[in-house]
């Protein structure tokens, strides 16, 4: 009998139904009939995307026109027998390759992690026995069994489930194991409300089950998942993308005048052939910002750097600039904003609420009632509270490593927790309590009973579960004085509501005495038997530092937005603990079903919650906010954060909880798993993009002014006030020198206080494209009118030319120190002591211009002569001049500038 095609809603039939439709028995698939299933079907693994040669994949790094743009400048400057120059431009080359080559094929990497995540064996009936084969084998129809600490081999319609509690947190976001039954569920029912399903990758955490494979291999949820990896689209980086434009721009400009120059000079000017081709050879190597690439390949490295010693790891150098521009972070919420851990918030008895401090399973904390702390152990209702949180309990909690572990059910080991906060005796409190028998906990009937004897011999009864059967199983209360008296349904379902509203899940406790001589128990010794203790609510807490992260990211006009697959209660509860701004409204998975991409588009804006969402749904929410022309930073830890956090423009990856799949899919991976430390890497990130801002500031106008100087000369037909071979000495000397320097800059104090940078903000603003021309400019004015000076003065070519080629040096000097401050001012005693890499630079630049000069090796070389030292006070003090002029210039702007006008949606997307 064969497996019918046609695809089906698992979870909305019941079981007899799901074994029809498969054409198999509860007893299983014969031998022969799994193997003619699995030769339809493929094996239980997920498919590999077929991958390019290395060879492919490097040179596939040199296809850009920046690199070609640095390949003819090293043909070039190879042309003109400068193979230094030469070398370093290949060497930024190749390394630019490698460096990509080695980040490439982060989608192959998320989806190998995947395939670690599948079941390796599964126990299996076939032919109505039991047997365990390699997960690879099975087939749709096969029976599984299902145990305690097995991974789920498949995605699995549950036919028989005993106790059976599922963690699917790398699915669904959710903190704690769920319960798992067989009865069917609505068609539309999320992935964390398919209670009679198991998925593929999820982990037993308890109870055992059996139930039918219903979908294997890349037809599960976790391998619909992998296939949305393989599709999602990596969006470029903004500074890639502006850098890309403007080489390619770059160089038909400075080919157009090479060429215009050279048809002028020939032409018009009737100069030698070979003289003018070198010296538009000169122009174009002075052009050509060769140094450029080096210099933010360099800026980004040490971005990495420093970014690593805030425990944010880079997997991909460009992602560093994408930080400094994120306006908005979408982030998971549990394990991320979050500590993954649950924890008794809320204790309530039918007198008095109590308040629960604490971090996670810690077992430390204050206890407090009517905003008082109080002395736990006082207080015979907390007593009894402690009583039955640790003893009807099966969890373990202990210290490792400095940190408290859980093993068992979180919610067990945040009960235990508790009880040692009342207690404050370690381990030590019931040890000498002798349990004598269990009712376990089994999603059927929702609660767990326990038989135990105290150490005078009295035998009790504790029950702990969801608070609907602890209260039917109840006849009376605890009152405020500890004395059993008739219990008010009425007001335990009120006090239900209250904690539920709250985020907080509800469990609910009681106990009774037992009757003498009882060991073995059953239902009827609960049943009506009961006195109800109270009610606690767990929560698993937001991280403290997440607070203040949140605060911080607002501050600096970044909004940040949950994306959970929690339920909404929980998700607001902590939305409004963490300080979003817009707690209250949460937007559903099933709600976002409904939305077309416009209508999502429009309500993604002001939604910052966002519960019970699918991988499908927070890709849809990421590709909403970035219509809006948002850069949007994606944070999580699970299976399902992976296709989103290939789709951000800056994906965030959790190191410690993270799955592994989570973690090749982003371009950052944090060590600590701490939400704060996004915000430390988005300073770094806007700390890197004013340097790299500052590296073009400082390059192009000092390029434009070098080239300038010959183009003025060969148009007006005046003697070059500097060589060709000057020209190259220059861009050797200070191209990349300088130019790193500005890569140590430390952030700025103005930097968290900006809002972020537009999506679409040009490379070249207008306020940069002025400052080209006023630089170049006065570089023009400044190196004629020394030029000029000598030749009046009845110097030598030689001398004057040198003069000429110390100013531009010394202009260039001046110009660095102006530059490190673009927000502020640069006459302070900061500015001006500048960094040791500023001076190191500095000193090595000073000293090589004066070995240039006076070195008569190198005066041969480069036909320099030497200065007199009142001609070197001369060209100083013009380096002095050049800085007051555009320092003046700079305040008259930071003065006068005017608040950027902005649209409505503009003024939206900026969100502060």
Known sequence: MSAPSPPMVWHAVSPDAVLERLGVSRRGLSTSEAAERLERAGLNVLARAEARSPLLRFLGHINNVLIYVLLGAGALTAALGYYVDTGVILAVVVANAIIGFIQEGRAEQAMNA???????????????????????????????????????????????????????????????????????????????DRSGMAFSGTLVAAGTGRGVVVATGSATEIGRISGLLSTVETLTTPLIRQMDGFARWLTILILLISGVLLVYGYFVGHMPFEELFMIVVGLAVAAIPEGLPAVLTITLAIGVQAMARRNAIIRRLPAIETLGSVSVICTDKTGTLTRNEMMVATAVTASQSYSISGVGYIPEGSISSNQADIDPAEDPLLVEFARAADLCNDAALRSQDGSWKVEGDPMEGALKAFARK?????????VTWLRLDTIPFDAAHRYMAVLYQDPDGIGWISAKGAPEPILAMCSMQLGADGQAEALDPSLWHSRIDAIAAQGQRVLALARREAPDGLSTLHVTDLVGQLVFVGLVGLIDPPRPESIAAVTECREAGIRVKMITGDHAGTAAAIARQIGLQNPDHVLTGAALELMDDAELASAVIDIDVFARTSPEHKLRLVTALQSHGLTIAMTGDGVNDAPALKRADAGIAMGRKGSEAAKEASDLVLADDNFASIVAAVREGRTVYDN??????????????????????LFLGLALPITAIQILWINLLTAVTLGIALAFEPTEKSTMKRPPRRRDEPLLTGELIWHVILVSTLFLAAVFGIFAYAVDKGYAPELARTMALNTLVVLEIFHLFFIRNIYGTSLTWKGLRGTRVVWICVVTITLAQLLVTYWPALQQLFGTRAVSFLDGILIVAVGMVFFAIIEAEKQLRLVFRKAPETSPQQHRSRFI
């Open 114 to 192: 995947i395939r670690q995540m599948l079941a390796p064996r599964s126990t299996v009936l076939r032919d109505g026995e039991r047997c365990s084969i390699d997960s690879a084998f099975l087939t749709p129809g096969d029976i599984v069994l299902l145990e305690a600490g097995e991974r789920v081999p498949a995605d699995v319609r549950l036919l028989e489930a005993a106790g059976l509690r599922v963690e699917e947190a790398i699915l669904t976001g959710e903190s704690v194991p769920v319960d798992k039954r067989t009865i069917a569920v609505a068609s539309t029912a999320p992935i964390g």
């Open 422 to 430: 009342i207690m404050g005796a370690g381990a030590g409190a019931f």
């Open 692 to 713: 790299i801002k500052k590296v073009i500031s400082w390059t192009l106008p000092t390029n434009a002014g070098e080239a300038m100087t010959l183009i003025v000369a």
